[in-house]
């Protein structure tokens, strides 16, 4: 009887396995990165290996992840739009902890060409999750793609050393959100006073209807001022003959923490006063600047636009919009560009840190109740661009001079603190904005002292 003769076989499951593995391949190479694939006569459990190299250079950096890869053309356990359960085996398990490397899973549709992917060293470090044995990929954060490889070079990359940006090798221009102070108002007046707290001041004044301008501070039993104590109406609340004039350097050159923190103290009251003169508002409760509101002759509640000089032409932006209830068509809130401000001290230099902001009102002034949830959602929408259309907007409005307006004839007043040029240097080398202004690792609000970004 002749023997019948046998063929070597590849399985329908093989097919599928090495099309998962192509996918994966080609997925590292079109984030710029190597696939070294493992050799696949020895069953280890690993199918590749991922070196991270840097795109813009070529430079591989030896930091490395295993890889492995778990392909199938059937349904995925408990599978949704939004995720599904992939169930490991214990072996798998223990082979993947032992590493001294990061190892990662990835779960392939060959004929769907999607890919899901973990790092199991991190989800199985909970005993709980590797007694189950299962992984659950979640498909909106876990995609295996190319806009993938800055999470895997945080995986790659050792902990002391974090992850990195590749820069590019062009020069760049980079603002700062710091707008140069040119000249503070010469002289400080100093003088004693019988008033005990500014509150009594300010009945004081109001009482009288005497228009008391902003710039000026009650410390230990003295008025400090940047006008003339020794004029009307300062004399009314001061002791003439105690005025002291000295100039302004002699605190704002000065290195004793409290002289500073006075200085810019009496510096911010100084800018309240500017800012009136630049027809802006300020709010107690959001503690920053705003653009008011505007109404028609009707007594109707309307949006109007800014126009300002950016860096290359005139442009213009909607400062305040109103928005109406849908179904009333009544006004339920105005929107208000707005603006946080600090003076800081660099290298015997001062500036103001410009932190642009928002507040929502419901009749131009009263703090809409909900003004928190709508801050919060604009600001996880905005990026990079737009709060540098709003930093430049803020320094026109800071540095241009001011003129008559409904507000009022200021014309033949001017601000007393002049303001120059934001801060700004050239780099050698750029920085990709699309990658470092993710979602996932913009920096966290708490973290953020200008909170920028949410």
Same mark, same amino acid.
């Given at each position: 009887?002749?023997?019948? @003769?046998?063929?070597?076989?590849?399985?329908?499951?093989?097919?599928?396995?090495?099309?998962?593995?192509?996918?994966?391949?080609?997925?590292?190479?079109?984030?710029?990165?190597?696939?070294?694939?493992?050799?696949?006569?020895?069953?280890?459990?690993?199918?590749?290996?991922?070196?991270? @190299?840097?795109?813009?250079?070529?430079?591989?950096?030896?930091?490395?992840?295993?890889?492995?890869?778990?392909?199938?053309?059937?349904?995925?356990?408990?599978?949704?739009?939004?995720?599904?359960?992939?169930?490991?085996?214990?072996?798998? %398990?223990?082979?993947?902890?032992?590493?001294?490397?990061?190892? #990662?899973?990835?779960?392939?549709?060959?004929?769907?060409?999607?890919?899901?992917?973990?790092?199991?060293?991190?989800?199985?470090?909970?005993?709980?999750?590797?007694?189950?044995?299962?992984?659950?990929?979640?498909?909106?954060?876990?995609?295996?793609? &190319?806009?993938?490889?800055?999470?895997?070079?945080?995986?790659?990359?050792?902990?002391?050393?974090?992850?990195?940006?590749?820069?590019?090798?062009?020069?760049?221009?980079?603002?700062?959100?710091?707008?140069?102070?040119?000249?503070?108002?010469?002289?400080?007046?100093?003088?004693?006073?019988?008033?005990?707290?500014?509150?009594?001041?300010?009945?004081?004044?109001?009482?009288?209807?005497?228009?008391?301008?902003?710039?000026?501070?009650?410390?230990?039993?003295?008025?400090?001022?940047?006008?003339?104590?020794?004029?009307?109406?300062?004399?009314?609340?001061?002791?003439?003959?105690?005025?002291?004039?000295?100039?302004?350097?002699?605190?704002?050159?000065?290195?004793?923490?409290?002289?500073?923190?006075?200085?810019?103290?009496?510096?911010?009251?100084?800018?309240?006063?500017?800012?009136?003169?630049?027809?802006?508002?300020?709010?107690?409760?959001?503690?920053?600047?705003?653009?008011?509101?505007?109404?028609?002759?009707?007594?109707?509640?309307?949006?109007?636009?800014?126009?300002?000089?950016?860096?290359?032409?005139?442009?213009?932006?909607?400062?305040?919009?109103?928005?109406?209830?849908?179904?009333? &068509?009544?006004?339920?809130?105005?929107?208000?560009?707005?603006?946080?401000?600090?003076?800081?001290? %660099?290298?015997?230099?001062?500036?103001?840190? %410009?932190?642009?902001?928002?507040?929502?009102?419901?009749?131009?002034?009263?703090?809409?109740?909900?003004?928190?949830?709508?801050?919060?959602?604009?600001?996880?929408?905005?990026?990079?661009?737009?709060?540098?259309?709003?930093?430049?907007?803020?320094?026109?409005?800071?540095?241009?001079?001011?003129?008559?307006?409904?507000?009022?004839?200021?014309?033949?007043?001017?601000?007393? #603190?002049?303001?120059?040029?934001?801060?700004?240097?050239?780099?050698?080398?750029?920085?990709?904005?699309?990658?470092?202004?993710?979602?996932?690792?913009?920096?966290?609000?708490?973290?953020?002292?200008?909170?920028?970004?949410?």
């Amino acid at each position: 009887m002749r023997e019948k @003769r046998r063929y070597k076989q590849i399985t329908p499951k093989q097919i599928t396995g090495q099309r998962g593995v192509n996918l994966v391949e080609q997925i590292v190479l079109e984030m710029g990165f190597v696939w070294h694939p493992t050799n696949a006569s020895l069953e280890s459990g690993i199918d590749g290996i991922i070196e991270i @190299r840097d795109p813009a250079t070529g430079e591989t950096t030896n930091n490395i992840i295993q890889v492995q890869v778990k392909a199938t053309e059937e349904e995925w356990i408990s599978d949704t739009p939004e995720s599904f359960v992939y169930r490991c085996k214990a072996r798998d %398990i223990d082979y993947w902890m032992r590493s001294n490397t990061p190892v #990662i899973l990835i779960a392939v549709s060959p004929n769907r060409r999607e890919a899901y992917w973990t790092n199991v060293k991190e989800v199985f470090s909970d005993s709980t999750k590797r007694n189950e044995k299962k992984v659950v990929f979640d498909k909106a954060t876990r995609r295996f793609s &190319a806009s993938a490889a800055l999470d895997l070079m945080k995986v790659a990359v050792h902990k002391d050393i974090g992850p990195y940006l590749p820069a590019t090798e062009h020069e760049e221009t980079l603002y700062s959100n710091l707008l140069e102070v040119e000249t503070f108002p010469r002289s400080i007046y100093s003088a004693a006073t019988d008033y005990r707290s500014p509150e009594e001041i300010f009945d004081w004044s109001k009482k009288g209807r005497v228009n008391l301008p902003s710039g000026w501070l009650l410390t230990e039993k003295m008025v400090r001022s940047v006008y003339d104590l020794r004029e009307e109406p300062w004399t009314q609340i001061c002791d003439r003959g105690s005025v002291e004039e000295f100039g302004t350097d002699e605190w704002s050159d000065s290195d004793d923490p409290d002289i500073q923190r006075e200085f810019v103290r009496l510096m911010n009251q100084t800018l309240r006063a500017d800012m009136h003169i630049r027809h802006l508002w300020y709010s107690k409760e959001e503690q920053c600047f705003f653009f008011p509101a505007r109404w028609s002759d009707s007594g109707e509640p309307k949006s109007w636009k800014y126009h300002y000089e950016s860096l290359r032409t005139w442009t213009s932006r909607e400062v305040v919009s109103c928005h109406r209830n849908p179904e009333t &068509a009544r006004v339920a809130y105005y929107r208000h560009n707005a603006m946080r401000a600090d003076f800081l001290r %660099i290298n015997n230099k001062w500036y103001l840190a %410009i932190i642009p902001h928002y507040v929502y009102t419901i009749d131009g002034k009263t703090i809409y109740p909900y003004a928190e949830d709508l801050l919060s959602g604009i600001k996880r929408i905005e990026r990079q661009n737009a709060v540098f259309g709003q930093t430049i907007m803020w320094k026109h409005k800071l540095t241009f001079t001011p003129y008559s307006t409904f507000f009022g004839d200021h014309s033949n007043e001017k601000p007393l #603190i002049v303001f120059g040029h934001l801060l700004k240097l050239k780099s050698g080398q750029g920085l990709d904005d699309e990658s470092w202004l993710r979602d996932d690792i913009l920096i966290e609000e708490e973290s953020d002292g200008w909170g920028l970004f949410q």
